[in-house]
């Protein structure tokens, strides 16, 4: 099993540069919730980095036009997928959209893994 987290943004410059405006200027129009849980406006946020490093599965994280190549699917992102011989949708965009903070995202993460992970 894999975890694959989707971030609702393309992976080119501009995108980076246009994420980077709406975080920093106007984060409510940010349209990514996973980012914005995980992520400050210049880098990841030091309670993700140890949570996703301590996490006991592999992992995976992509931006939206990434994942699309990498897999030939579609869905609403962002979302967190659990990967072993098809697609499980463990969080999803509305789940993301509703947890408050970064604890809670963690939180929902560690409900879904298996027992030892």
């Known amino acids: 099993m894999k975890l694959i ?8 410059p501009l995108s980076s540069l ?10 409510e129009t940010y349209d990514c919730s996973l980012c914005k849980l ?3 406006p210049f880098t990841e946020k030091d309670a993700w980095r140890a949570f996703r ?5 592999p992992v995976e994280f992509l931006h939206r036009d ?5 897999y030939s699917r579609s869905f609403e992102y962002p979302l967190i997928l659990k990967k072993s011989d098809s697609f499980e949708i463990l969080l999803s965009k509305k789940e993301i959209d ?9 939180a929902a993460v560690k409900k879904e893994l298996p027992p030892g992970a």
Do not use: C, M, Q
């Not at 987290?5 to 080119?12: A, C, G, I, Q, R």
């Not at 509703?98 to 963690?106: A, P, T, V």
């Open 38 to 40: 995980t992520h400050g």
């Open 5 to 12: 987290f989707v971030y609702n943004t393309d992976s080119n």
């Open 66 to 70: 990434e994942f699309e190549k990498k």
């Open 18 to 27: 246009i994420d980077l405006g709406h975080k920093i200027l106007s984060p």
């Open 98 to 106: 509703r947890l408050g903070d970064l604890e809670e995202l963690i």
């Open 53 to 57: 490093i301590s996490i006991g599965v």
